[in-house]
């Protein structure tokens, strides 16, 4: 392995508490390690990489184009009597602030895995 790189005061986005002091060793491709990250930020880290392991969408497991997908999920959500818009750790600020739009306009629940 090559020399890793470190990059201070990185952010972590996993849990909500938003820690900016962490400091990532990585080879541009992976993060080896993660100080200063508590025991969650570290598995979200280290678990990250710049490879490209799935296609833009899927659609029962099978590759789909981003089109199709968004028309099957609308049918989905169309369908349900509850919908619950859950997730969004991993995701950035406006893809959660599209997230509470969503549940908003479903009409549905926002959770996020904080819960657990
Ligand atoms: S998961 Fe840990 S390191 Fe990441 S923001 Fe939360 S407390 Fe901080």
């Known amino acids: 392995m090559s020399e890793l790189k470190i990059i ?14 962490i ?7 992976r993060i ?7 025991v969650l930020g570290t598995a ?9 392991h799935y296609p833009d969408a899927l659609v029962d497991g099978q590759e789909a184009t981003l089109d199709e997908a968004i028309e099957v999920a609308a049918e989905l959500l169309h369908q349900a ?7 969004m750790s991993n995701t950035t600020c406006e893809a ?13 629940l926002l959770d996020s895995h904080t819960s657990l």
């Open 44 to 52: 979200w880290f280290l678990n990250h990489t710049a490879e490209r």
């Open 96 to 108: 959660q602030k599209e997230c509470v739009a969503l549940a908003d306009a479903l009409g549905g």
């Open 81 to 87: 009597d509850m919908p619950l818009v859950y997730g």
């Open 23 to 29: 400091q990532l060793h990585h080879d541009e491709v």
């Open 32 to 38: 080896h390690k993660a100080n200063k990250a508590c």
């Open 8 to 21: 201070d005061n990185a952010t972590c986005t996993f849990c909500g508490c938003v820690c900016d002091d």
